[in-house]
């Protein structure tokens, strides 16, 4: 079965600075997809950014980029110019395909201190 | 363009009781998901619907059961009540197959409590 770890309970980081959050995965896989998803305190989930493994090109979504290497199964997402908005649990995700279950970490919950 | 939308919002039951959890996909969308997701953990996937029948299962006992009708939407429903049932539960949908929109997009969830 698939695993997910984030090994960052909680993390700070100053407005407008750049911080890393931390995702290794367990597959035997070759080819899936991985996600970051953010909870903010009204508990929507939202889609940050998605990855295709069989991409090569890390994903990027304005201030949010990741860091995806594969053979080390690591997939780190980049926040920069953290904005006070940018406070949240951010979870890792894998699945199998776009529509199969995903399967989260337990999350990094986020402070943006201003 | 409505994302997904769930109902109701919080939900107090006690134990041995019955509930019943309704979700309405995003616009266009075919698949519903739906995921538990106890205080400070994440998400865990129960099951998941298309064609208006229960296209995968995750690992939770027969209490939890779900229906899709024709319009798409989806209900959860869990019998007998437990206090560890109580948890924040999440709808998602997607759509099966095709490129871009296979991703899944998250509803508000239900807060469920359980006394």
């Known amino acids: 079965a698939q695993t997910v770890t984030q090994s960052q309970p909680e993390m700070s980081v100053q407005e407008a600075e750049t911080v890393t959050l931390s995702c290794t995965y367990d597959t035997s896989e070759s080819n899936y997809y991985l996600f970051w998803y953010k909870q903010p305190p009204s508990r929507q989930m939202i889609l940050v950014i998605r990855?295709?493994?069989?991409?090569?090109q890390n994903a990027t979504e304005n201030r949010f980029s990741v860091n995806f290497q594969k053979a080390a199964k690591s997939f780190s997402l980049k926040i920069s110019d953290s904005q006070l908005g940018d406070t949240a649990m951010y979870f890792c995700a894998f699945a199998d395909s776009g529509n199969t279950p995903l399967v989260f970490g337990k999350g990094t919950r986020l402070s943006v201190i201003a | 363009d409505a994302g997904v939308t769930q109902s109701p919002t919080h939900l107090i039951k006690t134990r041995g009781q019955q509930v019943t959890l309704r979700c309405s996909p995003k616009?266009?969308?075919?698949?519903v998901s739906w995921y538990q997701q106890a205080l400070g953990q994440g998400p865990q996937f129960i099951f998941q619907y298309y064609e208006e029948e229960e296209r995968q299962r995750g690992n939770f006992p027969d209490r939890f059961s779900g229906h899709q009708f024709p319009n798409y939407s989806s209900e959860l429903n869990v019998n007998a009540l437990l206090l560890g049932d109580s948890a924040l539960y999440l709808c998602?949908?997607?759509?099966?197959?095709?490129?871009?929109?296979?991703?899944?997009?998250f509803g508000p969830g239900t807060r469920l409590t359980v006394l």
């Open positions: 990855q295709e493994a069989y991409k090569q």
């Open positions: 998602a949908s997607s759509i099966l197959g095709g490129s871009g929109e296979d991703t899944q997009y």
């Open positions: 616009s266009g969308h075919d698949t």
